[in-house]
């Protein structure tokens, strides 16, 4: 990131239209940015309640793994238990789209940004404002710039924490259930739990 800085300082010294070019990109690498780390939260957060729920029902089972032998209802409860993969898959292809999307969103951007800041350099050198090795260093601190854009994996981490941190606010604020405080009735028995 600090590399990509220096390269669009640098981009601003050799000419500062190549700086303000650069920078009508922007808007659109936020707005995709800004879709994918909003889409990767709510994702995130269903993928990991379908995968609670898959969860539970293991553990579920694996609890009651006697009481399933001796009733012999193994393939209901497998059923039982599976039941929600679809569902996870279907989630699961639904991050990959929104990965695939941003990304080809974003791969389309760093050629346009490029043609369009070494048009700019070219027009430059077409009035004298600009050498042919300004070109040159342009277009090589215009590589180093453009991976900002290359920070979709961080984008995707960001979007997967406000994810799993909606699902751990979820548990946080769940209000625990009342513990049992009424008196056993008089009597020889006693309780076990």
């Known amino acids: 990131m600090v590399t990509s800085v220096g390269a669009l300082v640098a981009l601003a010294l050799i000419d500062l239209r190549l700086l303000g070019v650069f920078a009508l990109g922007v808007p659109f690498a936020w707005l995709v940015a800004r ?4 889409g990767a939260a709510t994702v995130t957060s269903r ?3 379908v995968q609670g729920q898959l969860s539970t029902r293991f553990v579920d089972a694996m609890t009651g793994v006697r009481t399933i032998g ?3 209802t193994l393939d209901t409860e497998v059923c039982r238990v ?3 993969l679809p ?3 279907r989630v699961g292809h639904e991050m990959w789209q929104l990965q695939r999307t941003a990304g080809l969103r974003l791969a389309a951007l760093g050629p346009v940004l490029q043609v369009a800041v070494l048009s700019t350099a070219g027009y430059g050198i ?4 600009i050498s042919a090795g300004q070109l040159l260093a342009a277009s090589g601190y215009l590589v180093l710039a453009l991976g900002l854009l ?3 994996a961080l984008l995707a981490e960001i979007g997967r924490a406000r994810g799993s941190a909606a699902r751990v606010a979820e548990v946080l604020d769940d209000v625990p259930p009342p513990t049992g405080t009424a008196p056993l009735p008089p009597g ?4 076990v739990l």
């Open 47 to 49: 993928y990991q309640e």
């Open 82 to 84: 599976l039941a929600p």
């Open 87 to 89: 569902a996870l898959r």
């Open 70 to 72: 001796a009733s012999g």
């Open 35 to 38: 879709f994918f780390v909003t």
């Open 188 to 191: 020889p028995g006693h309780l």
């Open 126 to 129: 077409s009035q004298g404002s």
């Open 150 to 152: 290359s920070q979709v």
